[in-house]
């Protein structure tokens, strides 16, 4: 980056440069983001007719295009560079077009907090890099969330540099292997890693002599003279096969070789899901608050991590021993519960043997509050006492400790690390959607924002769980650190400002193995093709198809006055994020897709009146405003009505059985249930190009990826496809089978419980050869929870108790 940043002053090039900044400080604003600095300087470009080159391929258009942020200053110019993913650059220009100089990143922050009017001279710095530095750090930017590979591949490489040393943690990390004081797979008779590789040889020609299919009941008392517990398979060529991947691990040390061996260890037994907010049940919640898409990725997590368990202990011998599963969802219970079952402290998970819902109150504090349901921005007092609450009643319900906490968003992440710090226990986190960046300079102005967000205490709290976190998962690349084009859900706590509060230099290692991407999948029993006409309920389907199209219903809007028109389909809750009033704009100015097409929308609500808060009362009254302005009451349907899981499943098909289309129009997604329910059932799906959805359609020549900011263009993409099916019949269907298949192949349970269990493996293996910092980088998180994030919930707790009349606690 030096040389090109110099090239511009070695060139004529530093008048464009100086042009840009002029043309920028005109506009009387400090402050651009890359889409302004962009259309800034394509507009230079275009003013001063310079070559096509120019915007892009000169010395100071490369420069431009790769700033994501510019702040002036009356003696500076100061740049965020970013010449590749993950890794951001600050460079100051000085007024003169002298200097053009590598600066370090806290000055960034002192002047993101001078451009507020918010400075001060002696700041809190969090920089966490001391605690990544010594750590083994992934090279290549493409291969971040590759974790799992690269840690194989490392501990595969260490193994071969100082055998002797990694056969012996190899050897006592199998050997304290137990559950509920079972031994497994090594008994005293096994001292050594050296005498391991020679017992795994002698077992082995043992087992070539029993028949393949011998219960390992059979040979158990052998193969214990031997120095082997029960755990390495439940018949002699089970056995055989798990003994034969450790000798080769030893011998070889090949990565594929490690991941095998891995899979078949059984050290999982017991799982904590923790997802507090909202309402957490499977009856009469879905489409309440915040709820809808964590609830149902939990739930069906939780069915498959039990299955998944179930045979893994069966293929390990071990149901005879009488081991099982236990996994439990811990959420929160709701005293005044609205009709729904979170008030049950108890609840068994469908389809399932022993996966169960426990529900802990927040026990503390003034009950007016905490009997009812609390927003996910206000719930931050409550989780330290719930955290130690809940601890007793999953020790309780475990009978012993978990192998496993798995977190969800910030507030679950953080109950989280308060458990798996006290009980000593593997923590995976999963954000689901981080809302740092989905509020634009929600840090900066963290202070305006405060009554209402509570940001302060949230983006620590984040801090705190991600760096805790032993691994992450996330669904999608972009995720994690974005595109060349945009910054990543977890870069933007890369470097960042909360003024008069801290400065966090290097909040997260972006290139840590602990990023694993781990897509989720989707019930197929709920959500299959429209094609699989032998899975369909003829009822069902009759019922959803004249709920979609014709039924006359208080909760529902508009009729249609030609059915057969091509429906275009929508499911999202009412946010300003999700965006339906721009698709319901884009429908409403295009004439061509109205000729053609209808419009059909699902949500929760179809009235202001039934908004929880003035956001969703402002998009709702929007979509009202758009039917009526455009007099699209002939050509939509909207339907205010929560349906349940079978009857969604059915509407999605029903739509393709007109050969209709699915639109995902948010102005972000981090990465799209629908989308995924959309696609396996047939339908082809356009959606938001920014965000996790560019990795689930994976482009397609761009052809179904949307910018939702620009309504002319989205509605020419789906005329030009809708062009495509009419001169080509098989078209539809050709798109339709693609996306049905790539969901089918990629996003699936199956592969996303095999890989969690992987890693809980994996990184407990690692935790035990490197427990050191780990260590140290949990009491630097102890100390922000206790001296930042403590002292700003106590403040969201006085301001609650104030808000009832309540006053202070004593």
């Known amino acids: ?442 840090n900066l102005y963290w202070q305006d924002l405060e009554d209402q967000y509570h940001f302060s205490a949230q983006f620590t709290a984040d801090l705190i769980s991600m760096n805790a976190a032993d691994f992450i998962i996330t669904s999608s690349y972009q995720e994690i650190v974005g595109t060349p084009e945009t910054i990543g859900q977890y870069e933007s706590y890369k470097l960042f400002t909360m003024p008069h509060l801290y400065h966090v230099v290097d909040g997260i290692d972006l290139f840590s193995p602990k990023f694993n991407m781990v897509p989720p999948g989707v019930n197929e029993n709920i959500f299959f093709p429209y094609s699989q006409k032998e899975d369909r309920d003829i009822s069902r389907c009759q019922r959803v198809h004249d709920l979609l199209f014709n039924r006359q219903d208080p909760q529902i809007i508009g009729h249609l006055d030609n059915s057969n028109k091509r429906p275009i389909f929508a499911v999202a809750p009412i946010t300003s994020i999700k965006n339906l009033t721009g698709l319901a704009e884009c429908f409403g100015k295009s004439q061509a897709l109205q000729e053609r097409c209808n419009l059909i929308l699902l949500t929760s609500k179809l009235h202001p009146n039934e908004a929880t808060n003035p956001e969703e009362a402002g998009e709702i009254q929007k979509i009202h405003d758009i039917i009526n302005q455009y007099h699209l009451h002939r050509n939509i349907r909207w339907l205010g009505m929560r349906l349940p899981s079978s009857d969604l499943g059915e509407a999605y098909r029903v739509i393709a059985d007109r050969r209709g289309i699915y639109v995902h129009f948010a102005l972000f997604e981090a990465f799209g249930r629908s989308i995924l329910e959309a696609m396996i059932s047939g339908l082809p799906t356009f959606a938001t190009q920014f965000g996790g959805s560019l990795e689930i359609i994976e482009n397609r020549e761009d052809g179904f990826n949307l910018n939702p900011t620009d309504l002319q263009g989205t509605a020419k993409k789906i005329l030009e496809f809708l062009d495509q099916c009419d001169t080509h019949p098989q078209h539809w269907q050709e798109i339709s089978e693609w996306m049905s298949q790539r969901i089918r192949n990629k996003y699936n349970w199956q592969l996303h419980t095999s890989e969690l269990l992987s890693l809980t493996k994996i990184f407990s293996f690692w935790n035990f050869v490197m427990p050191e910092n780990n260590e140290a980088r949990d009491r630097y998180m102890e100390t922000l929870f206790h001296l930042i994030y403590k002292p700003r919930v106590e403040k969201i707790l006085e301001q609650h108790l104030n808000m009832k009349g309540i006053g202070n606690r004593e």
Request: hydrophobic share 40%.
């Open 1 to 442: 980056m030096h040389e090109l940043v110099q090239s511009v002053f070695d060139s004529d090039e530093k008048t464009a440069l100086r042009q840009l900044i002029y043309a920028l400080s005109i506009s009387g604003k400090r402050y651009f983001l890359r889409n302004e600095i962009l259309q800034t300087f394509a507009d230079y470009c275009h003013q001063s007719e310079k070559p096509a080159y120019f915007y892009h391929s000169s010395s100071v258009g490369r420069v431009i295009n790769y700033t994501h942020e510019i702040i002036l200053e009356e003696e500076n110019t100061w740049f965020v560079i970013r010449p590749k993913i993950a890794s951001p650059e600050v460079w100051r220009l000085t007024s003169d077009f002298t200097k053009f100089e590598l600066m370090k990143p806290p000055a960034l922050l002192d002047v993101s907090d001078r451009l507020v009017n918010r400075y001060q001279p002696h700041i809190l710095e969090i920089d966490l890099h001391p605690f990544y530095k010594s750590s083994p750090s992934i090279d290549d930017p493409r291969n971040i969330g590759q974790g799992l590979a690269f840690l194989n591949r490392y501990l595969c490489s260490q193994l071969r540099t100082d055998p002797q040393y990694w056969l012996e943690l190899l050897y006592l990390s199998i050997y304290r292997l137990q559950h509920d004081g079972i031994r497994l797979l090594l008994n005293d008779r096994i001292p050594s890693g050296i005498q391991l590789a020679k017992q795994v040889k002698l077992a082995i020609k043992f087992l070539s002599e029993r028949h393949p299919n011998e219960a390992y009941e059979k040979f158990r008392l052998d193969l214990q003279a031997l120095g082997f517990e029960p755990g390495w398979g439940n018949t002699a060529a089970r056995v055989r096969e798990t003994l034969e991947l450790l000798e080769r691990l030893i011998d070889t040390a090949q990565p594929a070789i490690l991941e095998a061996f891995v899979a078949r260890v059984p050290a999982v037994f017991r799982v904590v899901l923790i997802s507090i907010h909202g309402w957490v049940a499977q009856e009469d919640v879905l489409g309440r608050d915040e709820t809808l898409g964590q609830v149902i990725y939990v739930l069906e997590q939780a069915r498959s991590l039990e299955n998944k368990l179930r045979e893994e202990i069966k293929l390990a011998g071990l149901d005879l021993l009488g081991i099982k599963p236990h996994v439990i969802i811990l959420t929160r219970l709701i005293p005044n519960c609205e009709g729904t079952f979170c008030n049950l402290r108890l609840e068994k998970v469908q389809d399932t043997e022993n996966a169960w819902i426990l529900r802990v109150p927040f026990s503390e504090f003034n009950p007016e509050i905490t009997n009812n349901w609390i927003s996910k921005f206000e719930i931050w007092p409550y989780l330290e006492q719930f955290a130690l609450d809940a601890e007793k009643d999953l020790l309780t319900q475990f009978k012993g400790r978990p192998n496993l906490i798995i977190g969800n968003y910030s507030d679950g992440n953080l109950v989280a690390f308060l458990l798996s710090r006290r009980m000593k226990v593997t923590q995976c986190n999963i954000a689901h959607s981080l809302e740092k960046p989905k509020y634009l300079f929600s």
